[in-house]
């Protein structure tokens, strides 16, 4: 079973503070995505990393592929209110003696930013 | 283009009831996941529908039920309804290629109340 852990588990800080949460892993995937989701909406997607030690940048967010493809980051430049929400990392992988990729997510960072 | 549609938004069932829950994927999509979401737990796979087959499934007992349409449209069911099925119920669209990097397009969710 492949298991997704994300630290912290909460994290509230003032607006301009830089951040950075984690998801961790012992399994390898294939991928890794970072979704983020708002009160009372579904999941979105922020980004998508495939190769170990990818990174990519997204205007004030920063996301890593560990070089193993077991973990990744995410980190936040001066934060703002706008960025509150429940972060979660998703790794893909392949169905046990299927064709198809499955996602397992994380439970996920909520993130309180304070103006 | 409309996004993924889910109703009711919310309701609320007292045990032993059953439940019925809709989504309506984004037009050209052919795979429909649930997920099941917790504060405890976080985002739980239920199953996947592609072209009206059920393709993967997560693990929950057979109260829950899923099933989808020709025109891609899935519906899940939940019988004899316990306290702990109190959640947030998402559904997920994709293209359903079925490769690592395939993007979830949620729902906003419905929120079902046990009492």
Redesign the interface.
């Known amino acids: 079973t492949q298991l997704l852990e994300q630290s912290p588990q909460f994290l509230s800080i003032q607006e301009g503070e830089n951040l950075t949460v984690y998801c961790n892993s012992s399994s390898v995937f ?2 890794l ?1 970072w ?1 983020r989701q708002e009160p ?6 922020l980004v ?1 990393v ?1 190769t170990g030690g990818e990174v990519k940048k997204l205007k004030r967010l920063t996301f890593q592929f560990g070089d193993a493809r077991k973990d990744s980051s995410l980190h936040i430049t001066a934060a703002q209110p706008g960025d509150t929400g429940l972060y ?1 990392c ?1 790794g ?2 392949l ?1 046990s003696g ?11 960072t909520l993130l309180t930013v304070n103006p | 283009k409309a996004g993924v549609t889910q109703t009711p938004r919310y309701l609320i069932k007292t045990r032993g009831q059953q439940v019925t829950l809709s989504c309506s994927p984004i037009s050209g999509h052919r795979s429909v996941s649930w997920y099941q979401q917790t504060p405890g737990q976080g985002l739980q796979f239920l199953f996947e529908y592609f072209s009206e087959t059920q393709r993967n499934k997560g693990n929950f007992p057979g109260r829950f039920s899923g099933r989808q349409f020709s025109n891609s449209r899935s519906e899940m069911n939940v019988s004899t309804l316990e306290l702990g099925d109190s959640a947030l119920y998402l559904c997920a669209s994709t293209h359903g290629r079925g490769g690592p990097t395939g993007e979830l397009f949620f729902g906003e969710g419905s929120r079902l109340t046990v009492l």
């Open positions: 294939s991928s995505q979704y009372g909406e579904g999941p979105v997607l998508t495939v979660l998703a893909a992988g169905w299927g064709s198809n990729y499955k996602l397992t997510f994380g439970k996920g």
